[in-house]
């Protein structure tokens, strides 16, 4: 009986284009989700003044959802998440996923134009109150001083 050789025999290699493909898609996505990200502060509003502030803290960040309140006349659709204006009902499920999703770790910042009224902010407190979300914060411009 005759043996097989080994020396016919290729040696056994990975194909690493599949996970080279995957890698490139997830620097993509995560490049992608950044973007859409940073776009929640980025949207021009003026801030309220105020006397004093406190700096952003960068760990924080993450456990941020950003609630845009536009200067709008009309009640109800003056907010923004992410861009995309937000009616009150779709807003509460919004605060309540994340807040599933991160638990008491969520802080809700909302950042309104100084010329909108308290009836477009209501609904944001109402509905971080309804998810249970007690860290809600307001962004503001620190007042400079004159020198």
Known sequence: MRQPSNSSREELSFNMTPMIDVVFLLIIFFLVASHLAKQD????????????????????????????????????????????????????????QKRSE???????????????????VKPVMIAAVKAGVWNVTFAVEEKRKKK
């Open 41 to 96: 502060v980025k949207l021009a509003l003026d801030l309220p003044v105020a006397s004093t502030s406190e700096p952003d803290k960068e760990e924080e960040k993450s456990n941020r959802l950003i609630v845009n309140v536009l200067a709008s006349k009309s009640a109800g659709t003056a907010v923004q998440v992410g861009g995309v204006t937000k009616n009150p009902t779709q807003l509460q499920k919004l605060i309540t």
């Open 102 to 120: 991160m638990g008491d770790m969520l802080e809700v910042r909302i950042r309104c134009d100084q010329n909108t009224t308290y009836e477009n």
